[in-house]
Antibody, heavy 125, light 107 residues
Framework: EVQLVESGGGLVKPGGSLRLSCAAS????????MSWVRQAPGKGLEWVGR??????????DYAAPVKGRFTISRDDSKNTLYLQMNSLKTEDTAVYYC????????????????WGQGTTVTVSS | DIQMTQSPSSLSASVGDRVTITCRAS??????LNWYQQKPGKAPKLLIY???SLQSGVPSRFSGSGSGTDFTLTISSLQPEDFATYYC?????????FGQGTKLEIK
């Protein structure tokens, strides 16, 4: 069964740091492009960032609100995706989801087809 | 950045109704448009990718159409389990922006 399981969420003070993990199983993680998406309480979905597979360069992209504060990385030997969050702000409070991204030679980048259950991050003093 | 605008923001309908949700991109995105369904407290689920391709396991009452800037998600005959919030998302360029969502409620 294809599965993503996030962990590492919690309560942190403004200015603090937190690292989220996403454990993948049931598919070849090293070939997958992965992303983080968040959802603030009562709000819509917001893309946080993406990391390509190492075969495709392993590069990362970030949304403007988190660029310079958040870092996405991957450990293909552990089938795990990470989101390092520094200098956290109250507006970073959200449920954070990791997802796989469809990528094909023919269609290019598609939708986010597998989602974890989410982990909650609360930034508050 | 490409902006995505969904309409309506909310919609009331009855079981058995045909429902259409619209998504408009601020510039052409070809067919790089995806649709998701999200139920309260749950992760989103991919329904449609590449504007009109049905994701595996998704019922055939869901369909998508459009290209360029204008897209639609249609549910041919609403079922009780379809009451949820629906999001479009463009995958044409980075950042892959989501629409603001359409909440589909029971009339």
């Amino acid at each position: 069964e294809v599965q993503l399981v996030e962990s590492g969420g919690g309560l942190v003070k403004p200015g603090g740091s937190l690292r989220l993990s996403c454990a993948a199983s049931g598919f070849t993680f090293s070939n997958a492009w992965m992303s983080w998406v968040r959802q603030a309480p009562g709000k819509g979905l917001e893309w946080v960032g993406r990391i390509k597979s190492k075969t495709d360069g392993g590069t990362t992209d970030y949304a403007a609100p988190v660029k310079g504060r958040f870092t996405i990385s991957r450990d293909d030997s552990k089938n795990t995706l990470y989101l390092q969050m520094n200098s956290l702000k109250t507006e970073d409070t959200a449920v954070y989801y990791c997802t796989t991204i469809q990528v094909t030679m023919v269609r290019g980048v598609g939708g986010m087809d597998v989602w974890g259950q989410g982990t909650t991050v609360t930034v508050s003093s | 950045d490409i902006q995505m605008t969904q309409s309506p923001s909310s919609l009331s309908a009855s079981v058995g109704d045909r429902v259409t949700i619209t998504c408009r991109a601020s510039q052409s995105i070809s067919s790089y448009l995806n649709w998701y369904q999200q139920k309260p407290g749950k992760a989103p689920k991919l329904l449609i990718y590449a504007a009109s391709s049905l994701q595996s396991g998704v019922p055939s009452r869901f369909s998508g159409s459009g290209s360029g800037t204008d897209f639609t998600l249609t549910i041919s005959s609403l079922q009780p389990e379809d009451f949820a919030t629906y999001y479009c998302q463009q995958s044409y360029s980075t950042p892959p922006i989501f629409g603001q969502g359409t909440k589909l409620e029971i009339k």
